[in-house]
């Protein structure tokens, strides 16, 4: 059948030089952060980041948004710009949705002013929250929290505006993705129908 031509070849026909295309080859994955890694593709200080935790990954991925040091949970990696940009943009209003662990009773009042939108440290509202108890535990509460804004440590900022530390906190949906039973420091591709779904958005 011949020699195969890469990108890379100069291939002439007639005389007339023929381009062949170089089509990238994206991916789409996520990871289920465990606590104490950052997310950067590296870290001067020498922290342990999430890349490490991708080591048979052959393409280089970059993380859609970002997890703090202390949390957990999903997170989306792609090296689809487009499709980055396009999750991250605030005019999207992209669902987060997180398991928050905090200290001590909230109340029905308190849960009321978090789904109001309360006034940040930054003297800043957010955006109303969809917040649900999820049960209360020995001086501390579980709730469920979905936003739509992309803030710098957000949701602990939110709990501590109403007088609560979060103890823990993991993030379990973004957008249309569910963290679901992937285990803890284990990354999967997605689907071709989750990525389908990503990108009606």
């Known amino acids: 059948l011949g020699d195969q031509a890469t990108y890379k070849d100069l291939l002439t026909v007639n005389g007339e030089r023929v381009a062949i295309s170089r089509k990238k080859s994206y991916r789409y994955l996520m990871l289920y952060k465990p606590r ?114 992309g803030r710098n440590r957000q949701v602990r900022r939110m709990f501590s505006a109403i007088g609560h530390e979060v103890v823990a906190l993991k993030r379990v949906g973004f957008a249309t993705i569910k963290l679901h039973d992937l285990p803890r420091g284990q990354w999967r591709r997605l689907t071709d129908v989750e990525v389908r779904k990503l990108k009606e958005l």
């Open 36 to 149: 104490g890694y950052v997310t950067t593709t590296s870290d001067e200080l020498n922290r342990r980041c999430v890349m490490d935790l991708l080591t048979d990954v052959e393409e280089r991925v970059y993380p859609i948004g970002r997890l703090d040091k202390d949390s957990e949970g999903l997170l989306l990696l792609t090296n689809d710009g487009d499709l980055m940009n396009n999750l991250l943009h605030p005019s999207r209003e992209v669902s987060k949705e997180y398991l928050v662990k905090v200290s001590n009773r909230v109340t029905d009042e308190e849960i009321r002013r978090l789904r109001a939108g309360v006034r940040l440290d930054d003297d800043r509202m957010t955006s109303p929250a969809d917040v649900h108890l999820v049960r209360y535990e020995t001086f501390a509460s579980v709730l469920l929290v979905t936003i739509h804004e």
